[in-house]
């Protein structure tokens, strides 16, 4: 299972954009990367998934370089509803099913 | 479409007892996996099953156990609980094609 290191927290003012980066350095070619939030007391929620390059949903974006040793969520314009705590996660739960492991996260706080 | 339903929300036993978690995953899918959220251990994967067999088992002991019925929900249970089982039980459901986990609230089981 790839391991992921990403900062265990970070700290932002509303209206700016944050970056999280995420270090996945022995990803499989399989393995999809994905960004989950989770607010105290409620399960995880999915943000953005991606395989390669650049994927841009409605709430965030997800870049990936080439390599795919790293991606970064990036978070435009952040609220302060956007405190919550963001995993990195990297992994396939097609086929052989759910092998998928949560890191630490980073706990991101956004202050007025 | 109703989502990932977890019963109960809260839960108090003691020592000794067990407990048994109940999971609804949303409709249509047949892959349920549970996770329980301690604050120093995080996130961590404690079983997955798929067409009521077990697909994929985390590193916990034979207290822990799990079963799905045929409508896929599912249940876990666990025997003679002690202290350090006090957590955040997850339960997250997917498609077998899709790459995306849907988690519940959680019961969050405390045990004295």
């Known amino acids: 299972l790839a391991k992921t290191t990403q900062p265990i927290s970070m700290d932002s003012y509303e209206g700016q954009e944050v970056n999280i980066t995420c270090s996945h350095n022995n990803i499989a070619t399989n393995d999809y990367i994905t960004w989950y939030q989770q607010f105290p007391s409620q399960g995880p929620r999915f943000i953005i998934q991606g395989y390669k390059t650049k994927v841009t949903n409605e709430v965030a974006s997800l870049f990936i370089p080439a390599d795919r040793k790293s991606s970064t969520l990036s978070l435009p314009r952040v609220s302060l509803s956007d405190t919550a705590v963001y995993y990195c996660l990297v992994g396939s739960i097609t086929g052989g099913g759910n092998k998928l492991t949560f890191g630490t996260g980073t706990q991101l706080k956004v202050e007025l | 479409k109703a989502g990932v339903t977890q019963t109960p929300r809260y839960l108090i036993k003691t020592r000794g007892q067990q407990v048994t978690l109940s999971c609804s995953p949303i409709s249509g899918h047949r892959s349920v996996s549970w996770y329980q959220q301690t604050p120093g251990q995080g996130l961590q994967f404690l079983f997955e099953?798929?067409?009521?067999?077990?697909?994929n088992k985390g590193n916990f002991p034979g207290r822990f156990s799990g079963r799905q019925f045929s409508n896929s929900r599912s249940e876990m249970n666990v025997s003679t609980l002690e202290l350090g089982d006090s957590a955040l039980y997850l339960c997250a459901s997917s498609l077998p094609t899709a790459e995306k986990l849907f988690f519940g609230s959680g019961t969050q089981l405390s045990v004295l």
């Open positions: 099953y798929f067409s009521e067999t077990q697909r």
